[in-house]
């Protein structure tokens, strides 16, 4: 079953890209978050994603939100693209799927493709966004809007 807005966004863990342990619940509840499920690294519309959320990403940290990107690359690979494209955030490993299953993120293209979806929530992590569109550059001002109004 998906989550809907207005849902709290469970907690879950998973290995970042250098690696460690993270814990949705050091950030989820306590200040806005930015969760973006996209398809691949290095990929054209990823990395354009990626470097909106990046060219963005004061604007999301001045009003006290968390971006965090998810993914099903290893860490290594996450690294590699934090690495080369100067990102500031975080990107988690989602190698198995379970948090893109925890969340009800479809694949798109016939199947072929992992989703692309981003999930505002506010500092309680209640959910007051689900953007669901496989274009890329679309996400990264809706996702600010909404961070705005919450705050």
Known sequence: MALQIGDKIPNFTAIDSSGNYFDSSAIVGIRPVVLYFYPKDNTPG?????CSFRDQYEDFKDLGA???????????SHEKFIQKYN???IL????????????????NL???????????ADKNGIIQLIFDSMNASNHIPKALAIVK???
């Open 46 to 50: 990823c990395t354009a994603q990626a």
């Open 66 to 76: 968390e971006v965090i990107g998810i993914s099903g690359d290893s860490a290594a």
């Open 87 to 89: 990102l500031p955030f």
């Open 92 to 107: 988690l490993s989602d190698s198995d799927k379970k948090i893109r299953n925890l969340f009800g993120v479809k694949t």
């Open 110 to 120: 016939f199947g072929l493709l992992p989703g692309r979806v981003t999930y505002v």
């Open 149 to 151: 109004k919450i705050v």
